[in-house]
């Protein structure tokens, strides 16, 4: 009788092993296949970034040659109006009126009610181009 309970008691040991070892390797697995996904959803988000980094470093870069550009317009104020004048206009019905580009260009009626604006502690004589 005691081998008898004996073997039992191994088998049911055993059946208690196998079911272990199975929910073990079940879990393994579930384990790893989680840590792959974070890993590539992780390397995602990093791809997206790196993207919208150099996304915004051309736009920089871009919005800074915009600036020097402007610089250099503004810096250059004279040189290029005469053209704008003297060329033919692509509008047609709009008058070439001699008064300030800014002032052509904001719609003001006429030289003598432009006014240049006022900027505390600038000359407006001097041409500040950094």
Not at 9 to 38: G, V
Not at 67 to 87: E, M, P, R, W, Y
């Amino acid at each position: 009788m005691q081998l008898k309970e004996k073997d039992e008691k191994i088998s049911c040991l055993s059946r208690m092993l196998q079911t272990a070892d199975s929910d073990i390797h079940e879990l393994t697995e579930k384990l790893f296949q989680e840590a792959y996904n974070m890993v590539n959803k992780e390397k995602a988000k990093v791809e997206l970034s790196e993207k919208l980094q150099m996304e915004s470093k051309m736009k920089v870069y871009v919005l800074q040659a915009e600036a020097d550009a402007l610089k250099l317009l503004i810096s250059t104020s004279g040189v290029g109006f005469d053209l704008i004048q003297n060329s033919p206009s692509p509008l047609p019905h709009m008058k070439k009126q001699n008064r300030p580009f800014f002032g052509r260009l904001f719609g003001y009626s006429d030289k003598a009610t432009y006014q240049e604006p006022a900027f505390p502690g600038v000359d407006p004589g001097s041409s500040n181009t950094e």
